[in-house]
């Protein structure tokens, strides 16, 4: 019966389970389980039955990172150990990831073989980025034009304007979306190694649909023009008035498009209670109806084949006009006043 009475230490443990996940080959996967397991006081016999290896491969396998450690027991076929980076060699590392994105693994190891004269393979490297506070997740995308500074200033304005809004007051978020009639390819679960085809259209047709939401209630007011210009803006407005104003103001947030400035919307705008702000230029971010156009491409039209565009156009429209309460959990979680922000130096 193998000993195993502190086989490993907490870090050498940790280390283990690290290499452990970053490996894609079965058999040394089983090499490391087997020194996990004897650690955790499993009997050779238990071993056996779960990982499917005879006695003497278990032994062999404890005999090996007794003597070498983890590079003699993958036999040298997990290059550049966990623990090859000095601490110094690890913030360097770190400093280099923080200020130059890399897309892979394989490029990392070049760094660190030319930089540091030690070799890694992809499957070694992997545990050690994770364990320096490094993951493998797309980049974002923010507006090259955006004025994080005007943006704060917003932001600021408006939360002092929602705390202090009177009672009866609305806020809305103003903005028009062009969904475009053909099938939008995006993520699905498809089975591996096969492809999933789905039908598209020319894309040549789209409907204008500018909206309202409001944070206040979920209230959504859509409408379907043929152009979305000023005298949309106005129609739309004057319909949320007689819809849903009881005297006090209404606060619509709304970017810089060229018609929200026209001297058609200006002169409506003296006229009624509708009080227009604009959000800073190029900030998409800031206006919260945009994640329900995010939502009814997502939820309508991705990986969905609308043979007429009638089909499209009535499927779009109806959505936007539910009001059932699955519909309302979902901008519940997601229609929140929390803004995405972005750093003064991107």
Known sequence: M???????????????????????????????????LL???????????????????IYRYRDLYKTGGIDSLLE????GGFCKLSEEEKEILKKELETKLYPNAKEICAFVEKRFG?????????????????????????PGKANPDEQAVFKKEYEKRRKTQKKGEKAYFLDGVHPTHNMMPDYAWIRTGEEYFIKSNDGRKRINIL??????????????????????VINILKKL??????????????????YNHSKKVKEYLTTTKVKLVYLPAYSPNLNLIERLWRLLKRSV?????????????????????????????TLDRLMTENFQTFPAKV
């Not at 230490?9 to 970053?22: A, D, F, K, M, T």
């Not at 070694?124 to 993951?135: D, Y």
């Not at 849903?244 to 810089?256: P, S």
């Open 118 to 142: 030690k070799i890694y393979t992809s499957d070694g490297l992997v545990p050690l980025l994770h364990a320096i506070g490094f993951s493998y997740k797309k980049t974002k995308k923010v």
């Open 76 to 79: 040298n076929r997990y290059h």
């Open 211 to 232: 909206g309202l939401y409001s944070p206040d209630d979920h209230d959504i007011i859509v409408q379907e023009y043929k152009t979305i210009d000023a005298d949309a």
């Open 301 to 329: 039209i991705a990986n969905t084949y609308y043979e007429h565009f009638d089909d499209f156009r009535v499927a779009c429209m109806r959505y936007l006009r539910r009001r059932d309460p699955p519909f309302k959990k």
């Open 39 to 57: 650690d955790k006081g499993w009997s050779t016999g238990q071993i056996q039955e779960a990982l499917l290896l005879n006695k003497r491969t």
């Open 241 to 258: 008035e007689n819809m849903r104003w009881d005297g006090e103001t209404i606060w619509v947030y709304t970017d810089n498009a060229r």
């Open 2 to 36: 193998i000993d195993n009475k502190r086989l490993l230490s907490n870090q050498e443990r940790q280390q283990l389970y690290e290499i452990h996940l970053g490996l894609s080959d079965k058999k040394d996967a089983d090499r490391v389980k087997v020194i996990i």
